[in-house]
């Protein structure tokens, strides 16, 4: 039973480029969740989302980012026209269900972005 | 808004030692209170979580205690070992609505010296 796969591991884009980052969560889980990790910050959540809907964005920069989970395929995490203040690694996690007293999130390995 | 502290910022212990990372939250009304290990360029383990109505939890060497009146959480690890290496990670999980949203601290960088 794989766990959370998400893909590139490392990525580099130059300034104005666009970086899609992909996760695909374990199986049977229809709940992902993305976050960031600058350096020397903690995990910061960014989205939730289920299948075809975005449940929480709160965390979501209001310009150049986007993120969707659709019927088929992977989660996609868009950054558009990246600066250097993007540079991080993205993290992406998926449960069973959407929260609650007893339920962890199963993270993946990350993605390594980094901005020229 | 939830604030997570992790006191120490790293730790270094001779391996066998028992330690003690600290962990704080600002907002006591969570649903439960996790704790991660985090090894270089790898993503996130789960090694316990405390529902917030327990005081604890054991998971083999590992201990895990919180105390939601003070906001605080502490995780023991015994008999430490040179791969117990690894950053720690203290996340509070959401409150209502929110409660699938981690609210992760910068974490507890533990090395175990053979």
């Known amino acids: 039973n794989a766990g959370v796969m998400q893909n590139p591991r490392h990525l580099v884009r130059r300034r104005g480029q666009e970086a899609r980052l992909r996760c695909s969560p374990m199986k049977g889980h229809s709940h992902v969740y993305w976050y960031r990790q600058l350096p020397e910050e903690g995990l910061k959540f960014m989205v939730y989302?289920?299948?075809?809907?975005?449940?929480?964005e709160s965390g979501m920069p209001k310009e150049r980012f986007s993120a969707e989970f659709p019927k088929e395929g992977p989660s996609i995490l868009r950054i558009q026209q990246v600066v250097r203040g993007d540079s991080a690694a993205y993290f992406c996690a998926s449960s069973p269900t959407g929260g609650g007293f007893q339920e962890t999130q199963y993270f993946g390995p990350g993605t390594r972005l980094l901005v020229l | 808004k939830q604030e997570v502290t992790q006191i120490p910022a790293a730790l270094s212990v001779p391996e066998g030692e028992n330690l003690v990372l600290n962990c704080s939250f600002t907002d006591s009304a969570i649903y439960n209170l996790q704790w991660f290990r985090q090894d270089p360029g790898k993503g996130l383990t789960s090694l316990l979580l405390?529902?917030?109505?327990?005081r604890e939890q054991t998971s083999g060497r590992l201990n895990a205690s919180l105390d939601k009146s003070s906001g605080r959480s502490t995780l023991y690890i015994a008999a430490s070992q040179p791969g117990d290496s690894a950053t720690y990670l203290c996340a509070a999980g959401g409150t209502g609505a929110g409660s699938y949203q981690l609210t992760f601290g910068k974490g507890t960088k533990l090395s175990v010296i053979p």
């Open positions: 989302l289920q299948k075809e809907n975005i449940i929480d």
């Open positions: 405390i529902q917030s109505s327990q």
